[in-house]
Each structure stands twice: as structure tokens, then as C-alpha cells.
């Protein structure tokens, strides 16, 4: 009787200082869910870049050259002329450059201050909370456009019920939206009733989520409604209230449409509240000066960019 031999298969030698291979490990749910993630966001991100991206770059393209008439026009590349135009400019660039900065600081400081005294009024719940929130939120339901038709109706010179309502308490007749020197505070009062409710939301939003055991440690050792504001609720509120100024500072630069439908074109007969946004669209729709407000556009975006950099720097070191 013969016996085969089975021979059992080794496996190669491996070669010495090779590394093992690796071996292949499942997918889990999260790398798919990941993957997944990804590949739903990527076509709504390179949309929104592309929607980000090209209007920039045609902007400052056109800011390099001289067109004028139609923007398909032939024009040719005059590199820096038009930022060396714009920022000669002082009979409407600078003074434009300093309304908009004066009426954006006048603005938010008086929105900010307001709307933190009001937070604080409503941070306790009382009767007829909801009816306060629902009235504070009328001016912000509103256009802009119809805001400023129905502004100009009550702060008419002759007939509007502004003036009657001064009469009565003894004080003389106001211009308003009438006077040169009355116009650029008066549309900054309007900006005032307008978005006080949105500061005051956003700072009651951000009050509600601050820890009461501070404030009542500060009671217990007999510290008055006011050092328990200035040294316990105004540092805590200060990330939110930073994040507060900087959207109202950013919606504030750009104002434009309450602007131009009480005062009309260039901002007025003498351009009392002619800001940088009304100057580039007069440049563009009265002048057609389509290279010089591309510039001043870019020059604008700038002075945009500054002014959030330097926010977010002072508030980053009061809440350091």
C-alpha cells in the first residue's frame, strides 16, 4: 500500500526590511457619510464661489480701464488711473468717504446703546412680553423704499405731522429731509427706528444664554445694578455684542436705498448725504463712468474689509 505525500503550500519569504502590507479596512458609516457630505456640498460651494469669484474679478478688471458709455465697449487698460482719479477726488470721493464713515459711526453707536438699554428691560419675562417683540420687529418687516416714502410724508416741511407735533410742545418748524445740514442726521434717526430691533434681538438673544450664578454671587456681596452690568453682564455679553457690531457696521456702510429714495440722485442738490454706495451709482447710471465706479467700488470693498479687521480686532481684545 503507497501513501502520497501532500505538500502544503509556505508562503514566499519576504524580502528583509520589507513592510508588511497593509491590510484593506472596511468602510465605515462615518468615512461614508463623510464622503457622502462632501459630495453634496461641492456643487452649491463652487456655485457660490463662482457667484463670489467672477463678480470681484469683471470689477476689478473694468476698474483698469477706461470705459465709458457701454460696458461692451471697446476699451483699452489704463492700469491705476482711475484709483488715482478716485482718490484725488476731493469736491464728491472724500467727502462722500467721510459721510458714509459719519453716518455708519453716528448710526451703530446709537443702535448698539439703545438696544443693549432695551435687552435689558426685556431680559426678565413681564405681561405683554409678545406684544413688545411683535411692535419691535415692525420696522424690520418693512422695505426700505417704503420706509423712506413714509418718513418724508411725516417729516414733510408744510404738512407733515412731525412739525405739528413740535408746534405743539413751542419749538419752531424744522426742514428735515429739506435741509442741508439736517439731512444726513436725519436719515441716521431713520437708520435708528429701522435696526434698533435687530441690535436689541441679537442682544436679548445673547442674554438669555448668560449664566445667572455670576450676577447672583455679585448680589450676595452687595455689588448695585450697575457694577454687576459694567463687570459681570457687559464682559460676558462681549463676544455677541462684537458679532452685533460688526453685521450692523457692514449693513450700515452699505445703506444705500432709503438714501437714494428720500434724497434722489447724488444724494441730494448738494450732495448733503451723498455716501460712497450713492457716489459709485451715480458714476455708473448718471455718468456712465463704468471704469471710474468699478474703481470706486473696489476702493469701497476696502474700506469695508478695514473696518470689519479692525472690529473684530478691538473686540478680540476686550474679550481677551
Given at each position: ?7 502544503t ?8 526590511g520589507?513592510?508588511?502590507p ?66 484725488g ?41 409678545r406684544?413688545?417683540r ?5 420696522p424690520?418687516?418693512?422695505t ?14 408744510t ?75 457687559l464682559p ?17 456702510l ?8 428720500t ?34 467700488l473696489?476702493l469701497?470693498t ?11 480686532r ?7
Open positions: 500500500m503507497s501513501t502520497t505525500e501532500v505538500s503550500a509556505r508562503p514566499a519569504a519576504r524580502p528583509s520589507a513592510k508588511p497593509r491590510e484593506r479596512r472596511p468602510r465605515t458609516f462615518e468615512q461614508a457619510n463623510r464622503r457622502l457630505k462632501w459630495a453634496m456640498l461641492t456643487p452649491a460651494l463652487l456655485f457660490v464661489g463662482l457667484m463670489i469669484v467672477f463678480p470681484l474679478a469683471f470689477t476689478l478688471d473694468l476698474s483698469l480701464t477706461d470705459a465709458f458709455g457701454a460696458v461692451n465697449a471697446d476699451k483699452a487698460h489704463i492700469g491705476l488711473r482711475n484709483f488715482t482719479d478716485a482718490l477726488d476731493t469736491r464728491r470721493f472724500w467727502p462722500a468717504a467721510r459721510r458714509t464713515l459719519v453716518f455708519t459711526i453716528g448710526a451703530v453707536v446709537l443702535e448698539t446703546v439703545l438696544g443693549l438699554a432695551l435687552a435689558m428691560l426685556m431680559r426678565k419675562p413681564f405681561r405683554g412680553m406684544w413688545v411683535t411692535v419691535l420687529i415692525i424690520l418687516l418693512t426700505p423704499v417704503a420706509i423712506g416714502i413714509l418718513w418724508l410724508l411725516i417729516l414733510d416741511p404738512n407733515g405731522i412731525a412739525n405739528h407735533l413740535l408746534a405743539g410742545v413751542g419749538i419752531p418748524r424744522q426742514e428735515f429731509l429739506g435741509s442741508v445740514g439736517q439731512s444726513l442726521p436725519t436719515l441716521m434717526l431713520i437708520d435708528v427706528w429701522q435696526w434698533t430691533p435687530m441690535m436689541t434681538l441679537l442682544l436679548l438673544a445673547g442674554l438669555t444664554t448668560l449664566p445667572e450664578e455670576p450676577e447672583e454671587a455679585a448680589l450676595v456681596d452687595g455689588a448695585n445694578s450697575w457694577q454687576r452690568f459694567r463687570h459681570i453682564v460676558m455679553l462681549g463676544p455677541t455684542l462684537a458679532t452685533a457690531l460688526v453685521l450692523r457696521a457692514v449693513d450700515a452699505k445703506t444705500f436705498d432709503i438714501l437714494y429714495a434724497k434722489g440722485a447724488g444724494g441730494g442738490s448738494d450732495f448733503e448725504v451723498e455716501t460712497l454706495n450713492v457716489y459709485a451709482y451715480g458714476l455708473t447710471f448718471d455718468y456712465q463712468e463704468y471704469g471710474l465706479a468699478a474703481a470706486v473696489v469701497f476696502l474700506f469695508i474689509i478695514g473696518v470689519v479687521v479692525l472690529l473684530r478691538r473686540g478680540g481684545r476686550k474679550n481677551a
